[in-house]
């Protein structure tokens, strides 16, 4: 029987059972290359719609040329259009150790050339080639590479652009030449450069859009971020967020928050970004003033109203016609004036105290509270009609405790505050002083932060802020650091405090250790004694 029955027979069973490579070996003693590269191109389709990720496909397919013509190794290199480079390459034979960016490495000037010319490059004999290219030693003798091998690289074009390379690398056949090695590979590359095309460009589609998501994210953070107001953590993008979306309306905002975490801050920002900026903002502390007075102070009085009340007085929500009228601590006002504020804030009138005249006003209520409204409701000390009225759109303000990942940036900014009305030059803080700072339970908020900071500012002198020159209440050590410290002294405590200081002087002079000592009055012997008693690295300061 002649080679071409036998393919004839091998097709007809082709035809019943589909093409594989050990069907072909049960069918027939002498292997049939041409049906052997029909089912291997049978079998690199089927492998291409297994999955859109490059990285899925590309060692399967190596694999397979591995088992058909008994390649060595074998690359698959995707190039980056924007770049030039090889954004995507996988390697199949490779010895342990060596990684496939290393082989890419050595076939990359052969790679560049494929895609180059758009045609095929053979390298004949591969390990001479490596050897007059200077390849060092013991990759060579790692890869093993026999003397008759040689290396194949077709490019994979899409619509006459190389898109990237397939390359194999494996002894010479005489019998079969490169010709027929060449053939298959390029047909292989043609369905590869189809399918990588596609991918790419969806990868590239991604990849655009992530980018793009980037871009956006930032640019929302950055204008949904209020100039009068720091931090970055998710928190707070939260904040900035329902700023940005209840700021162009005139509904009312109740800002939720305990003590110090700058609720006032929030109105104002609600003020700057509402189409009511160039009007009045009126703030009124209403845990400020008895009762007796509040009234007067939100509505205003007529001349004679009671005593004292020597001429008409206009109140806060008449000063406010037209902008915004921010009720800080609203949780503190009695029932009776509760329920005038309910018809200011469901009606926009009022009367004056000792006036039956209702005036009418344009106004704008941002109402604040550190108290629990909820339970204050179920006492009875707080009006529920009232309470859904301001809660129309709430706005949480976290505490200092929950976004820690801000206190760094709110301390720098209050320290650039204080340097800079002090008329000093700017300060940095010590490490020492930043972990007291990031393990401080902070209960007075921003507030505390603000004047720990200030007071820190006016202790260091215009030098740099350390541990000592915080409050002690940041000092104070919890039950089981107090328990760890039982044991110290004085020579520890001094200890402590000489090492912050030589490790701060330091981090200032990047490590040039003649500076340091200067700076701390100390000789370059003494200096090299300590960083060596207190174990210190140089290299960790260094600039």
Not at 190 to 219: F, G, P
Not at 262 to 270: I, S
Not at 493 to 513: C, F, H, P, W, Y
Request: aromatic share 6%; net charge neutral; hydrophobic share 40%.
């Amino acid at each position: 029987m002649t080679e071409l029955d036998r393919c004839k027979n091998v097709g007809c069973v082709l035809a019943r059972e589909g093409p594989s490579l050990e069907l072909l070996n049960r069918t027939m003693g002498v292997s049939c290359r041409s049906v052997q590269e029909l089912s291997l191109m049978f079998a690199i389709s089927q492998t291409l719609e297994k999955s859109f990720d490059l990285t899925d496909i590309v060692k399967p397919v190596l694999r397979r040329l591995q088992d058909m013509i008994g390649l060595e190794r074998g690359t698959i290199a995707i190039l980056n259009r924007e770049t030039g480079a090889f954004m995507l390459s996988e390697a199949v034979g490779l010895p342990r150790g060596v990684r496939s960016n290393d082989y890419l490495g050595l076939i990359r000037p052969q790679l560049q050339e494929t895609v180059k010319k758009g045609n095929p490059v053979i390298v004949p004999r591969f390990a001479s080639w490596l050897r007059e290219q200077g390849t060092e030693p013991e990759l060579l003798e790692a890869l093993n590479i026999a003397p008759q091998a040689g290396l194949m690289s077709v490019p994979l074009k899409f619509e006459n652009e190389a898109i990237g390379t397939l390359s194999i690398e494996r002894p010479h056949d005489p019998e079969v030449g490169w010709e027929a090695d060449l053939r298959i590979l390029s047909m292989i590359a043609s369905i590869i450069a189809q399918a990588a095309r596609v991918r790419q460009q969806a990868a590239e589609r991604i990849q655009s859009l992530r980018e793009e998501n980037d871009r956006l994210q930032k640019e929302i953070a950055h204008s949904f971020r209020p100039r009068n107001m720091i931090g970055n953590s998710s928190l707070m993008q939260s904040v900035y967020y329902h700023i940005e979306q209840v700021a162009t309306s005139v509904t009312s905002v109740l800002i939720r928050g305990e003590s110090g975490t700058g609720k006032e801050l929030v109105a104002k920002a609600l003020h700057e970004k509402s189409p009511r900026k160039k009007q009045p903002f009126v703030k009124f502390n209403c845990a400020a003033l008895p009762d007796s007075i509040i009234e007067s102070e939100l509505f205003g009085h007529e001349k004679g109203a009671f005593t004292g009340a020597l001429a008409m007085r206009k109140g806060r929500f008449e000063l406010a016609h037209g902008g915004t009228i921010f009720l800080d601590e609203i949780g503190d006002i009695s029932i009776s004036t509760q329920i005038k504020l309910l018809r200011v804030l469901q009606e926009r009138e009022f009367e004056r105290v000792g006036s039956q005249k209702t005036q009418k006003v344009d106004v704008r209520i941002i109402a604040a509270t550190s108290r629990d409204l909820e339970a204050m409701m179920e006492e009875g000390t707080f009006r529920e009609d009232l309470y859904y009225r301001l809660n129309v759109f709430p706005i949480y303000m976290p505490p200092l405790r929950e976004r820690t990942c801000d206190i760094l940036m709110l301390a720098d900014h209050f320290i650039d505050k204080y340097t800079a009305r002090a008329g000093g030059k700017p300060v940095r803080i010590s490490s020492a002083a930043i972990d007291l700072l990031m393990s401080y339970h902070w209960p007075g908020n921003v507030r505390e932060l603000e004047n720990c900071v200030e007071r820190a500012v006016l202790l260091s002198k215009g030098q740099s802020i350390k541990a000592h020159h915080l409050p002690p209440t940041l000092q104070k050590k919890n039950a089981a650091e107090r328990r760890e410290s039982e044991s110290s002294t004085l020579e520890d405590a001094i200890q402590a405090v000489e090492r912050e200081m030589i490790v701060d002087t330091l981090k200032e002079t990047g490590s040039n250790m003649a500076e340091a000592a200067r700076r701390l009055g100390l000789t370059e012997r003494k200096m090299g004694l300590r960083v060596k008693k207190y174990g210190i690295d140089l290299k960790r300061y260094a600039k």
